[in-house]
């Protein structure tokens, strides 16, 4: 029996009351794409390029410290500039959510492609907020962004009418990577008090709900970050997620208040979008 399409919810996002948080699977709508869609696939990119111990080689956060130790921070991140180099391709999805009527108040996304600021790039009404590696930006955890790419400063997100999210940081416009051990550690030190957290986040997540899409929760450092950023939002929210789940997930949703929509999630895509399920890239 197949799970229904959860209309009031569409409606909710439609409205504002709803924040997408879109994790690195939103790329597998557009099969094909040059840009890699998940942990594993960027660190299988980045270690056919430079050897690392084969404990760690399908470790994404061991194996970017390895080269950021051994080979220097410049080479890491010119491995991930060149993973992410492709033009972003925006997904459906994300021209959708950056076309609603009534705009967005806050998207996250915790990738580093550039694929939702491109869906946002003919307004001028957006700018975004990324995370900093503190390796290279010592005292600084976020640097915030006009809707050309200049920086911005954090009083001007206010008057934002979408501010894009990226905690982790992203290829554009400034190839900001939040990617290894140390730089997680720098984070997760100050996370749970909520110092790396923006302030305009913090104001527009008050009460709202969390729709995780493209997501999964299968590792601490994963967890930690949905954990911290809805925190003080509403009591409820929603994660499409199909299949099986570890037992580290589903204590997660039932912890967190996420309520569980099992479907594909370009079946759900396509109920929210209505556009069909083949329909994956977003149209100019």
Known sequence: MSTPFPSQLAEDLAAGRVIPYLGPEILSLAPGGAIPSSPEALVELITAKVTVPHKIRKNLTAASQYIENFKHRKTLVGLLQEAFRSPPEPTVLHGFLANLPNPLPLIVDVWYDASMAAALASRRDFGQV?????????????????????????????????????????????????????????????????????????????????????????????????RQIMKRSSDRHFAVLEGDLTRNEARFLAEQGIERIDMPLAEFVAGLTGTPAESRRAVA
């Open 130 to 226: 990324q995370g900093v590696s503190r390796a290279e930006h010592l005292g600084d955890w976020v640097h915030y962004f006009h809707a050309d790419d200049t920086k911005a400063e954090p009083g001007e997100a206010a008057g934002w009418a979408t501010l894009l999210y990226k905690p982790l940081g992203s290829i554009a416009p400034a190839s900001n990577f939040i990617v290894s051990d140390s730089d997680y550690v720098e984070v997760l030190t100050e996370i749970d008090i909520q110092t790396p957290i923006p302030e305009r986040v913090k104001e527009i997540r008050a009460g709202r709900q969390f729709l995780f899409l493209g997501c999964r929760f299968r590792n601490q450092l994963e967890r930690n970050y949905a």
